[in-house]
């Protein structure tokens, strides 16, 4: 049988549920799927997308947990030529109001208690609303699938991220490049290398695994790596809800092999609930690097386990990766693919060996743009030698094997639990409280989140403390952006030109709560 004849998402499931239909691919629950149910059903999905407005191009919404649902829609999405579109399923009302508009969405398919935040941030005039449940079931049996179709490699998947760009932005990628960079180029097991041509990529299809992602799909480190096991022909289990307990016994019942997480703050909990043996054979992080700590402490739990700790953002897809072994759960030097560490001053590539930090980037396969954002999108992908880059945020240092050893950010983003929270927006919410006179945030070592997101304030005589704060901040926020920690002080300090001193605000921060300060 033939390949899918292009780097298309949807041309290459489609060979893959040709070539092995009886195999499942997905197992949600009690709810299973089958590679051709899997294929029938986002037929089914797209032809009620098409009669209700879908064209190529169109930006469609996916505010879904975990589920068969969620991958029937992408799938749906992809063989329109449409695009999918994450959508954080814990945002309030004036962000789902951006999100919507930003692309704009053409359609949200939505958890059903998010279809009235929807409707009142604009949705259901010019934006269609389809509830997972009854509503969903009945789309799919309307009519009849929408017709196979050409498609392309050049075809569009984006990706929304807060990151370091303030608001969530849409990282625009080709497809072809989105499946090299980012789901492995046909190489799941990492032992063959990438695809040269298209029509390799159902030879690529081994013996199954059963794979696990306990990070939701809405981010990248849940879709990247489900769509990389089920374009190999294996099996996906998903668990709606990140409950260690109920994740363990999925891995146990359904025998899950392979699982990814994000970083300690899914680590912890696992291995506070762990099991005295598992069938776990391979745990990768995505979005958030595992400490050394907890490394050593699954190695010694499980000695059959090994550990890939995955480097990366929405702007370069897969960068590099760490392999940890019981009795080297060292620190990560990550083994890179197509980056360079640049001179931050000439933007020139540093040798390897360079003592000084300098930014990581990324050259061949990365995205074309922001979706909407020119300006962000000079600052972020830029021609060096001739070469498209994308500048990562991340400062790093070249080794002399060549390995990176990632030393952190560049920028005020906070990385709390894989999520991606922007110190400014935070801000602005917490400066509107009545009796906030000024704010800044920044985030904190934590051992569970990574980071914590922490307030330094300077409030009115009478402030009720952080819990009020907090509580006004729930109203406008989702809750991974809420300050976990607040820091009182008599006055934000700024520079002359009114922007933070968040290295001051940092040490503050440090200081108080060592002392067991509370606002």
């Known amino acids: 049988?033939?390949?899918?004849?292009?780097?298309?998402?949807?041309?290459?499931?489609?060979?893959?549920?040709?070539?092995?239909?009886?195999?499942?691919?997905?197992?949600?629950?009690?709810?299973?799927?089958?590679?051709?149910?899997?294929?029938?059903r986002a037929d089914l999905l797209a032809g009620w997308m098409e009669r209700s407005g879908v064209r190529r191009d169109g930006f469609v919404g996916i505010a879904l947990r975990n589920g068969p649902e969620y991958v029937e829609t992408t799938l749906a999405a992809h063989k329109l030529r449409a695009v999918p579109v994450n959508v954080n399923y814990r945002l309030r009302v004036e962000e789902l109001r951006y999100l919507l508009h930003d692309g704009p969405l053409v359609g949200v398919v939505h958890e059903p208690e998010l279809g009235e935040p929807l409707a009142e941030a604009g949705a259901g005039g010019s934006a269609w609303l389809l509830a997972r449940g009854a509503g969903y079931a009945s789309a799919l049996a309307s009519g009849p699938p929408a017709p196979r179709r050409p498609r392309?490699?050049?075809?569009?998947?984006?990706?929304?991220?807060?990151?370091?760009?303030?608001?969530?932005?849409?990282?625009?990628?080709?497809?072809?490049?989105?499946?090299f960079a980012c789901i492995g180029g046909g190489d799941p097991r990492g032992d063959r290398g990438p695809v040269t041509a298209p029509e390799q990529l159902p030879d690529r299809i081994g013996e199954p695994i059963t794979f696990l992602p306990a990070a939701p799909l809405v981010h990248a480190a849940g879709m990247w790596t489900t769509l990389r096991w089920l374009f190999a022909g294996s099996?996906?289990?998903?668990?709606?809800?990140?409950?260690?307990?109920?994740?363990w016994v999925a891995?146990?019942?359904?025998?899950?092999?392979?699982?990814?997480?994000?970083?300690?703050a899914m680590a912890r909990p696992l291995l506070d609930t762990a099991p005295p043996s598992t069938p776990l054979r391979v745990l990768g992080s995505g979005g958030a690097t595992l400490s050394p700590e907890l490394k050593a402490a699954l190695l010694g739990r499980f000695p059959d386990l090994t550990i890939k700790d995955t480097f990366g953002s929405s702007e370069t897809g897969v960068q590099g990766w760490s392999v940890h072994a019981p009795g080297d759960p060292t620190a990560a030097r990550f083994r890179t693919v197509d980056s360079v560490v640049l001179d931050p001053d000439t933007m020139r590539p540093l040798p390897a060996g360079a003592t000084?930090?300098?930014?990581?980037?990324?050259?061949?396969?990365?995205?074309?743009?922001?979706?909407?954002?020119?300006?962000a999108s000079a600052r972020t992908f830029r021609e060096i030698d001739g070469v498209r880059h994308a500048l990562t945020g991340d400062l790093g240092r070249i080794e002399a094997d060549g390995t990176v050893t990632v030393l952190g950010r560049g920028s005020q983003c906070i990385n709390t639990g894989g999520e991606k929270v922007f110190a400014e927006?935070?801000?602005?919410?917490?400066?509107?409280?009545?009796?906030?006179?000024?704010?800044v945030v920044v985030g904190l070592p934590d051992p569970r989140w990574g980071q914590?997101?922490?307030?330094?304030?300077?409030?009115?005589?009478?402030?009720?403390?952080?819990?009020?704060?907090?509580?006004?901040?729930?109203r406008r926020l989702a809750g991974f952006k809420v300050p976990k920690r607040v820091v009182r002080v008599d006055e934000v300090r700024r520079g002359p030109a009114g922007k933070p001193d968040y290295?001051?605000?940092?040490?503050?921060?440090?200081?108080?709560?060592?002392?067991?300060?509370?606002p």
């Open 152 to 179: 392309s490699g050049d075809d569009l998947y984006v990706l929304y991220t807060g990151g370091t760009t303030g608001r969530p932005k849409g990282v625009v990628w080709r497809m072809a490049d989105a499946l």
């Open 503 to 518: 290295t001051w605000a940092s040490a503050r921060a440090r200081d108080d709560l060592q002392a067991g300060v509370r």
């Open 452 to 474: 914590a997101v922490t307030a330094v304030v300077s409030a009115r005589p009478g402030f009720a403390g952080g819990d009020d704060l907090r509580e006004h901040c729930r």
């Open 356 to 375: 000084r930090p300098g930014v990581i980037a990324r050259a061949g396969h990365v995205p074309m743009r922001y979706h909407g954002d020119p300006e």
């Open 235 to 247: 099996s996906v289990v998903l668990a709606p809800g990140f409950d260690p307990v109920a994740i």
């Open 1 to 40: 049988m033939s390949g899918p004849g292009t780097y298309n998402f949807a041309d290459i499931f489609e060979s893959v549920a040709a070539r092995v239909p009886e195999r499942t691919a997905l197992v949600c629950g009690a709810e299973r799927r089958s590679f051709a149910e899997l294929d029938s």
């Open 251 to 264: 891995v146990a019942e359904q025998r899950v092999s392979v699982m990814n997480i994000v970083g300690d």
């Open 425 to 439: 927006e935070v801000e602005s919410v917490l400066r509107a409280h009545p009796d906030v006179l000024d704010a």
